[in-house]
């Protein structure tokens, strides 16, 4: 087995590489003077199996860098070429909708039309995927991740809070592997023309919330759920996503809403200069290296 990288993922992909003792394969994404992508394969893959450790966005260039390196793996023979892609992203627009248009049923297409057999990904946002996806997908839960940073809290001390229905089973997943003995809570979401608003608390919650979601882009979700969490008594609120996007300013309104530390995995690169002793970072790799050595038989080969 072959492990292909994007540029993007080059520190993800040497730790797993090490981690699932996994061969590098060695490729390179560049630009034509006009500013086409193209891709160069360095490591003959011919009758191999493949992974490709790719990204589907931000920015969308990611995208197209991915599918070219998938195909181009292909043509040169590779056996089975899989997509690894620890954040799937359009996955969020996966609603059919009239005059819209359904990017997640659109990125499946991209993928199978690139010869990608399969996808391996990390907590994958709608459950819709698998019906629109023409090739399997595999969603890796980050519950074990995230129950290993709440260990380091306390969690005798903490409720596990799902900002809305949808993330009932990510939150349940984690109070299990977690220990945590109180009851899950859950706030009622609901969207209007301003935005998304958080009313009715469902559960009791004590001293300490721990509001479990698989994405922080803007913040605006979140925001709205510590604004009710405050509201019913919350006192500190410790935020964990599986993915951290950070887009813009508006999530950094959490740090006057009662929360103390931000969790998130390096699933997407973070910003420059955003991690700090508030925004706690979780190393996937293990994650995925465990993944492909009960899919591979131990790794390597």
């Known amino acids: 087995m072959l492990l292909f990288a994007l540029p993007v993922h080059e520190r993800l992909a040497a730790a797993l590489g090490d981690l699932a003792r996994v061969e590098r394969g060695h490729a390179s994404v560049g630009r034509f003077a006009n500013q086409e992508l193209h891709v160069e394969v360095d490591t003959a893959p011919a009758g191999q199996d493949c992974l490709v450790l790719g990204a589907v966005a931000p920015p969308d260039a990611q995208l197209l860098a991915t599918l070219l390196l998938c195909h181009t793996l292909s043509k040169e023979g590779a056996r089975r070429v899989t997509a690894l892609l620890p954040y799937l992203g359009y996955a969020r627009h996966d609603r059919d909708e009239p005059g819209r248009s359904r990017a997640t049923a659109w990125l499946g297409e991209l993928l199978r039309a690139s010869t990608a ?17 023409p090739i399997p997908v595999r969603s890796l839960s980050p519950a074990r991740l995230f129950a290993d940073a709440l260990a380091t809290l306390g969690p005798e001390e903490s409720t596990i809070v799902a900002p809305d229905e949808g993330a009932r089973a990510r939150c349940e997943a984690t109070r299990r592997a977690a220990g945590v003995a109180r009851p899950l809570a859950r706030l009622a979401k609901a969207r209007t023309a301003e935005g998304v608003r958080h009313s009715t608390l469902q559960g009791t919650i004590g001293r ?30 410790v935020v964990m996503v599986t993915h951290g996007l950070f887009t813009g300013s508006r999530w950094e309104r959490l740090w006057s809403l009662g929360v103390t530390r931000i969790y998130c995995t390096d699933s997407a690169p973070l910003p420059e200069g955003l991690a700090s002793a508030r925004i706690v970072v979780l190393p996937v790799a293990p994650l995925l290296a465990a993944h492909l050595r009960e899919t591979t038989g131990g790794g390597g080969g």
């Open 117 to 133: 057999g399969d996808v391996v990904a990390l907590d994958v946002h709608s459950p819709l995927v698998h019906a629109l996806f």
């Open 208 to 237: 300490r919330v721990v509001l479990v979601d698989d994405i922080l882009d803007t913040g605006g979700t979140l925001v709205s759920a510590c604004e009710a969490l405050r509201g019913a008594g919350a006192e500190e609120i």
